[in-house]
């Protein structure tokens, strides 16, 4: 089997991709990976063939902060590889619509790869809150509205409105959480499946690392690892994060991943980063402070750390609520009231036993997942 992997290049996309195409190779089958920077220069160590996302004549395709406005290019990308390497198969990333639709026009199967749960509505009654509902409805009616567009843009005809959400799932969607991060009593489409984390990152370098490790000798206060997602014009993480690690007894270090420059506030015992990798930095932290995205809310379930969630926009507001049904993070308040005593979150959430021990039972469950096997057979499966 040859199979061409596709995914966005964020590492939140691109390292899970990576894992699932590190298992096809191992198994034997031909794999190519778009891939970049130093997860590139590691998948080839480790014997894949990769094509650098820069040598792309639209290097910007792959790129998830354009994922809507570059379906077309994202479209001439993989038909252009797809000419060159011949597959059987194509792997990409949720929010990848002109990869589906180059698929659709290969007349190849294609494997989804989500996040950590369900974004869009399920096929059966469940429990759910109102507002988690409505998100979902939203953003099912979203995406198959950028697909439309998408396929306007390539020239395909239009897509039949009783195939519903089908065109976004391909042959095989599979979620990187549990069963247990979805609403009770949820019934999925059958084309999506739990595999679990993909976990994987390129080698931490020593090199990168030392300011942290420098920072980190300093004290044995207790430590929040703060990943920063985007604020989609809501609210900035950064006030209460001053606030809460000056003069509490509270240390952080912080992911700006793609988020601006900051500069901390003067006495604040901060450390602000930006590195592709979290695990050398999870290993050290004793909570998890992020807004929701899916590679800190895994990261801190694979770690054994507790949660707290402040979501935005995006995917967040899905994936917060999951977390906070399952009872694996406390939400953080951050209003201007709550400034007042900014801290108290932290402690609470480092003093709570019930939270600990449901982290503890969920991240064992998916460091139990043989993530990259089912994967794997399910691109497999999606082949024959």
Same mark, same amino acid.
């Given at each position: 089997?040859?199979?061409?992997?596709?995914?966005?290049?964020?590492?939140?996309?691109?390292?899970?991709?990576?894992?699932?195409?590190?298992?096809?190779?191992?198994?034997?089958?031909?794999?190519?990976?778009?891939?970049?920077?130093?997860?590139?220069?590691?998948?080839?160590?480790?014997?894949?063939?990769?094509?650098?996302?820069?040598?792309?004549?639209?290097?910007?395709?792959?790129?998830?902060?354009?994922?809507?406005?570059?379906?077309?290019?994202?479209?001439?990308?993989?038909?252009?590889?797809?000419?060159?390497?011949?597959?059987?198969?194509?792997?990409?990333?949720?929010?990848?619509?002109?990869?589906?639709?180059?698929?659709?026009?290969?007349?190849?199967?294609?494997?989804?790869?989500?996040?950590?749960?369900?974004?869009?509505?399920?096929?059966?009654?469940?429990?759910?809150?109102?507002?988690?509902?409505?998100?979902?409805?939203?953003?099912?009616?979203?995406?198959?509205?950028?697909?439309?567009?998408?396929?306007?843009?390539?020239?395909?005809?239009?897509?039949?409105?009783?195939?519903?959400?089908?065109?976004?799932?391909?042959?095989?969607?599979?979620?990187?959480?549990?069963?247990?991060?979805?609403?009770?009593?949820?019934?999925?489409?059958?084309?999506?499946?739990?595999?679990?984390?993909?976990?994987?990152?390129?080698?931490?370098?020593?090199?990168?690392?030392?300011?942290?490790?420098?920072?980190?000798?300093?004290?044995?206060?207790?430590?929040?690892?703060?990943?920063?997602?985007?604020?989609?014009?809501?609210?900035?993480?950064?006030?209460?994060?001053?606030?809460?690690?000056?003069?509490?007894?509270?240390?952080?270090?912080?992911?700006?991943?793609?988020?601006?420059?900051?500069?901390?506030?003067?006495?604040?015992?901060?450390?602000?980063?930006?590195?592709?990798?979290?695990?050398?930095?999870?290993?050290?932290?004793?909570?998890?402070?992020?807004?929701?995205?899916?590679?800190?809310?895994?990261?801190?379930?694979?770690?054994?750390?507790?949660?707290?969630? #402040?979501?935005? /926009?995006?995917?967040? =507001?899905?994936?917060? *609520? !999951? +977390? @906070?049904? %399952?009872?694996?993070?406390? &939400?953080?308040?951050?209003?201007?009231?709550?400034?007042?005593?900014?801290?108290?979150?932290?402690?609470?959430?480092?003093?709570?036993?019930?939270?600990?021990?449901?982290? #503890?039972?969920? /991240?064992?469950?998916? =460091?139990?997942?043989? *993530? !990259? +096997? @089912?994967? %794997?057979?399910?691109?497999? &499966?999606?082949?024959?």
């Amino acid at each position: 089997m040859r199979a061409l992997l596709c995914p966005l290049t964020s590492p939140g996309y691109l390292y899970p991709a990576t894992a699932l195409a590190l298992e096809l190779h191992r198994r034997g089958h031909e794999v190519t990976l778009l891939s970049a920077a130093g997860a590139a220069t590691a998948a080839r160590a480790d014997g894949l063939d990769v094509h650098d996302v820069d040598a792309l004549p639209e290097p910007g395709a792959f790129e998830v902060s354009r994922w809507f406005r570059s379906s077309a290019a994202q479209y001439r990308a993989v038909l252009e590889l797809a000419r060159a390497r011949r597959p059987d198969v194509l792997v990409t990333s949720v929010l990848c619509p002109g990869a589906l639709l180059a698929a659709e026009t290969l007349d190849l199967p294609v494997v989804v790869l989500g996040l950590t749960c369900h974004l869009w509505t399920f096929d059966a009654p469940h429990t759910a809150d109102g507002a988690d509902d409505a998100d979902r409805g939203w953003r099912l009616e979203q995406s198959l509205a950028m697909l439309d567009t998408a396929r306007q843009e390539v020239g395909l005809p239009a897509r039949a409105p009783a195939a519903g959400m089908l065109p976004l799932l391909g042959q095989a969607f599979l979620l990187r959480g549990h069963p247990d991060l979805e609403p009770q009593g949820a019934l999925l489409p059958e084309q999506v499946r739990h595999v679990g984390p993909l976990w994987w990152e390129p080698p931490a370098d020593p090199g990168r690392l030392e300011q942290a490790e420098e920072f980190l000798a300093r004290s044995d206060r207790p430590l929040a690892y703060v990943h920063l997602g985007r604020t989609f014009g809501g609210t900035t993480l950064w006030p209460w994060i001053d606030a809460a690690f000056t003069g509490t007894g509270h240390r952080a270090v912080v992911e700006l991943g793609r988020t601006e420059e900051h500069r901390s506030a003067p006495g604040a015992d901060v450390l602000t980063v930006r590195l592709p990798w979290m695990s050398a930095l999870l290993d050290r932290a004793d909570l998890v402070v992020a807004n929701g995205t899916s590679a800190p809310v895994l990261g801190a379930l694979l770690h054994d750390r507790p949660l707290l969630l #402040r979501p935005n /926009g995006g995917e967040q =507001r899905v994936i917060a *609520s !999951a +977390a @906070l049904r %399952a009872g694996v993070a406390a &939400e953080l308040p951050v209003s201007a009231a709550d400034l007042a005593h900014p801290a108290g979150p932290v402690g609470e959430t480092l003093a709570d036993p019930v939270l600990r021990s449901r982290v #503890r039972r969920l /991240g064992e469950a998916l =460091r139990q997942t043989k *993530s !990259a +096997a @089912l994967a %794997a057979q399910a691109v497999e &499966e999606a082949c024959r």
